[in-house]
């Protein structure tokens, strides 16, 4: 059971990183679904970073790093050139899919230095409670962390506000003086390196090995998560948890033999997926009045 | 210091030129790329743009690539125009190969070849089946289609899985995961004696007609592109935001799942884990740098076949991988979205204001 | 006279198709309440723009207070102590009244200081307002308030609006200009951008006249009569739409107990509303947009179709759940106030365009291309609109321009009963004429006509019969003859209970 218990955490991890940097952007209004692209050459690029080095923390720099460097081309172009952010955010998945599986095809048989087991120190000794919760990478901890910090910023600070305004209704923060495009760019370039710190914990962490579309569509289920969440960092780490559990759900029976094809349990994450967009869109009134105005749709300072 | 200004008007010269530029942009971090590899850049241009055409047989092989292709693209302009975004083109096509794949089982050695007509049916039915389900969740429920449609993909591929490796697989196949080939009267007919081609590039040239009479001709395509375009005059024209949603899906899935049929009962024979080629995906690129045009489709469909074969060839003579198509694929998506920025904008030269 | 507040010589902006100011000079004393006047487009919001710091000028100075300066954006404009309230409300939807003031002020104060600030501001100036209410609850004139409020907390010497008044009652207007002289007395200067010759009068010291981009004229509008100020303004007076009577006759087009949620959660629901519009009759509906207009227009355009049976009928048949398309057919045409997106495809021809509402180029689903265009260049030519054709695009006309064009497309089919919103907003005054003649005619020849509008003068011009819509509901119908301003100012609060009229 604490495995299990584990698994979700683990799982649920890296789709809250990925949401959570998702949500950063849609905030400002700029909707990135090159979220599966970034990863994958994140994940590339932080596993091929511990290969190399043998530390696992320039693994997460790495990942971290190509995601920023991603979004900010990204960026660049539906900020500045006023590109369609669908377009845009598609061909960033598409190239990102051809060059980590072009640049990857030599790391396809290496293997990770082992980096050896965490712990909470006498929190981990606990019974149950403690292999269960209090084992865990660091960065499990931090995207607990990290959403705490989130939600203080948004609700609290003049930033959060600020980066509110300019994806309700980037116009009127225009007219205030706001630099609306530098705020949304700095938006996208954030959240494109939690993007990449996700992708790098897949291919160092979860499952320590290169292959090419190893995120599987994760990426584009933290989307999903998001529009799920109505964008409030609590609720993405919750439904990126409910999500870690169907993963963990799926794997568990296959390995206890249930009588089920295991494609059909491969299936799980992704009908999840659609059932859980039906279930939160169904009601358009929710999606109004927590969805930033302007997502999707370009902005330029002298109309 | 360089500025963009928005110009008065689109600029006609740069609707066209744009996707030229793009491709050269894109040649020219190819030729980069292959240099910093250690390989001669030449003999890589040459793959990818002379061999595809060099002689009947290499124009054939061009043609049966670009056929899919084509078909899945004439559907996603339909449905792009109408702001539909249906990403899942790759699952249609993959429902589309299970359906008319099915219908091939079912042929005997003395089965007359109208099964093939059934087959295509069986292929665009399954393809519009399953855009269907994406319809019904936006209509219904209001759900995104983007992500709905993608996640279909996934589902669909390992239904297929399940299929070729279960109550599909071929009992005589030494337990590969495949079905058995397809008899003889399935097969697509050739188009000509001593060519691959088989009649799907005549139906994807007859859906580029339709598609061109249907999107401009037609009152019907009228009210899509509007829909696409302005939804609340749409809404003041009267124009029904349901229907233009199950047009743009139907013809889409029916196009992709079309296309399925045709390779899987043509040069592939059989169902086998690897129908999925991405062919779903790239048609979105030959989309859009075909700018969502009928004719400009079959240009940039062409040119998207030869990515591909250049690839292939790449891999065999250069040792290069074959995903290094998909980076120039996803790469001319990407020069082909600033590049057109210029016909919008027109970049000028500002006094920096002091 | 000691130093200028405000000096600005020669100032020049170009834009691609327009130059949108040539050579303006503007002197605005201390204390003055200062009017720019002019039509709609001679370049009062671009000035406007560059004195705030939105848009840079390409030639020219500004001197504040003696002294030349550079404005390189809003933030050092509020930090010299100009403020502006906008025509359109720069405010955000999901956040507070001091959220949204926050927002526009510097850095420096903390929520807090601005929510007290903001409440001792409100009481000075009688401006009443809850800090803590989410901006989409309010009403577009108590959303104007905020807008004053924020730019009163920057503490400014100068302070300009830009047509304040298209979203306030008479009432709140008067009250608007108490606020406004109070302002002055402590030394304040105003820039106060109006295109109406009444307020301008009452109000203003001092006017600076614009016309295409140049300044035309400067006088003190005290001692101006409206006919030397409409002069200055448009080169000649106001010209005059010739009103014929007419008997009215069948009740075309007929409106019972509507009642209806709204669709939109920021929108207006409508109660029990009533109104019978006739043959050869003009039906005004007057109102500061927001209550209940744009509901009601879908409503009886056939965009929204959740109308109960019997509410909404045509020539005696019901057409409640009808679309737009069969309504078309029976003889309802209707001009949406907004143009580009909803009247027409800003990236479509006109001839295209013409496609959303008529559909004689169009044979058993086909389109007849050559039909169209010729279509097309009728109503271009019979409506004088100013284009490059029939595949001219609908985004590279004027304003006033595709408004001719709409108008005349949805005239030009003859209808039965025609609904107009907005009919003039943003138009220039030439156009104006034109489509204000153009509705008479159609009139004159039988058609019942319902026009929507903001613009009370336009109202009072145009129609035979006036209703009222405050806060869902409609009032009783007044005829021409017994309107006028203040009682209809009155009846825009809502309160028309007591004072009881029938036409």
Known sequence: MDLLIAATLNSGTILALASLGLLINEKAGVLNLGAEGMMLCAALAGFAAVVHTGNPWLGFLAGAFVGAAMAGVFGWMVIWLNTNQYATGLALSLFGAGISAFLGTGYVQEKLPDVGQFSLGALADLPFVGPALFSHHPVVYLVMLLVAVLIWTLNRTRTGLVLRSVGESPHSAHALGYNVRAIRWVAVVTGGSLCGLAGAYVSTVYTPLWVEGMIAGKGWIALALTTFATWRPARVLLGAYLFGGVTMLQFHLQSIGVDVPSQFLNMMPYVATVVVLVLISRNPQWIRLNMPQSIGKPFHPGT | ?354 | MGLPRLSLQGITKRYPSVVANDAVHLRVEPGQIHAVLGENGAGKSTLMKIIYGAVQPDAGTVEFNGREVRIRNPQEARAMGIAMVFQHFSLFDTLTVAENVWLGMDRGTSLEQVTSQISETAAVYGLELDPQRPVHTLSVGEMQRVEIIRALLTRPQLLILDEPTSVLTPQAVDKLFVVLRQLASEGCSILYISHKLHEIRSLCDACTVMRGGRVTGQCDPRKETIGTLSHLMIGSEPPQVHVGAREPGDTMLEVKHLSLVREDQFGVDLHDVSLAVRAGEVLGIAGVSGNGQGELLRVLSGEDVRASAGCVQLEGVDVSAAGPAARRTRGLHFVPEERLGRGAVPALSLALNLLLTRSESVSRGFLKPAALAQQAAGIIQKFGVKAGGPQALAQSLSGGNLQKFIVGREIDAQPRVLIVSQPTWGVDVGAAAQIRGAIMALRDAGCAVLVVSEELDELMELSDRIVVMAKGRISPSMARAQADASKIGLWMSGLWEDSHVEA
């Open chain 2, 1 to 354: 210091m360089l500025k963009l200004e928005p110009r008065g008007a689109p600029s006609q010269a740069w609707t066209l030129g744009s996707p030229v530029l793009a491709l050269l942009v894109t040649v020219l971090i190819g030729v980069l790329l292959l240099s910093s590899l250690g390989k001669d850049p030449l003999a890589g241009l040459r793959m990818f743009f002379w061999e595809p055409i060099n002689g009947l047989d290499a124009i054939s092989e061009l043609l049966i690539k670009a056929t899919p292709l084509l078909l899945i693209a004439l559907g996603l302009a339909v449905c792009f125009r109408s702001n539909v975004w249906n990403i899942g083109a790759e699952g249609q096509y993959v429902m589309g190969a299970i359906a008319g794949g099915g219908v091939a089982l079912l042929a005997t050695e003395d089965s007359s070849q109208w099964i093939v007509v059934a087959i295509l049916c069986a292929g665009a039915m399954g393809g519009m089946v399953w855009a269907a389900l994406v319809a019904f969740l936006r209509d219904r429920f209001n759900a995104n289609e983007i992500l709905t449609s993608l996640m279909l993909v996934y589902v669909a591929v390992q239904l297929l899985s399940y299929l070729v490796f279960g109550p599909w697989k071929d009992p005589h196949g030494f337990n590969f995961p495949q079905t058995k080939t397809f008899e003889d009267a399935t097969m697509i007919p050739r188009l000509f004696e001593g060519s691959r081609v088989n009649i799907g590039f005549a139906l994807a040239l007859l859906a580029v007609g339709a598609v061109w009479v249907f999107l401009y001709r037609t009152y019907a395509g009228f009210a899509q592109a509007v829909g696409g375009m302005a939804p609340a005059a749409a809404r003041f024209a009267g124009f029904s935001a349901r229907k233009t949603l199950w047009i743009a899906l139907l013809i889409s899935g029916g196009a992709a799942g079309l296309a399925g049929a045709l390779e899987v009962a043509g040069p592939i024979g059989q169902l086998t884990p690897y129908v999925p080629a991405g062919y779903g995906f790239a048609a979105i690129i030959v989309a859009f740098v075909g700018r969502l045009h009928p004719v400009g489709m079959v240009f940039s469909a062409v040119l998207m076949s030869m990515f591909y074969i250049g690839g292939e060839l790449a891999q065999s003579r250069l040792g290069l991988p074959k995903s290094i198509t998909g980076v120039f694929q996803g790469l001319l998506l990407f020069t082909l979205l600033a590049c057109d920025t210029l016909i919008a904008y027109r970049l000028v030269r500002r006094r920096t204001e002091v």
